[in-house]
């Protein structure tokens, strides 16, 4: 019944993202990390930035809107964003990047890993390092179970999440490792979800692929 309400609340996007907002306190932890991580700011026209599974832009006020494409898989919410919030929006899958290689120079990744399966996290992040250029910049925002047993809220929110993925800070890197070296990573509040945010650096191609055999190798140990 809640998952059935759920989905008739974000098929309206002015609704949902209010609702977000009112959940994860305006998303004032999440823009402070991609000014400090990303500093779109910096060079300004110099750089190009994609914010993929964008919902609504949400967050494209954080980017100069010359630097910002936005993409999601929702039409009405790119429909939304597109009237409503500066820089360029396409209805697009992560897993079928309709770009030329090497056309950003850093990406945003934001709740949206919690939403897919381990085959299609990594057919993404395989694509989005096709899409990123060298020493190009990913940041990765994702859902963590709440390490506190009192944040009720917290952890009803992750049951009434539409995402059935959410996974442990270890399963998150590992899923990147083959394609992204990790710079830091650091746990946030964003309101009252808790966040595992992940700072990575595009592994040149030859990198990948001896990172991609070595998992391999574990796996298969």
Known sequence: ?????????????????????????????????????LDPWRDRGKRQFLDLGCGTGEFSIC?????????DIARHYILYAGRRRPGRYAVMSGAGLGFASGSFDGALVLGVFHHLPDDLVQTTLADLHRVLRPGATLLVMEDIPSPRPWNVLGHLMHWLDRGDYIREDDAYRTLMQPYFSLRRSYHIKSGICDLAVYVLDRLDQQEAVESEVSVFRRVGE
């Open 1 to 37: 019944m809640f998952q059935t309400l759920l989905n008739k609340i974000s098929a309206h996007p002015g609704l949902w993202g209010f609702l977000r907002r009112v959940v994860e306190d305006g998303f004032d932890a999440e823009k402070d990390v991609i000014r400090q991580e």
């Open 63 to 71: 980017f100069p809107p010359e630097s910002y494409t936005g993409i």
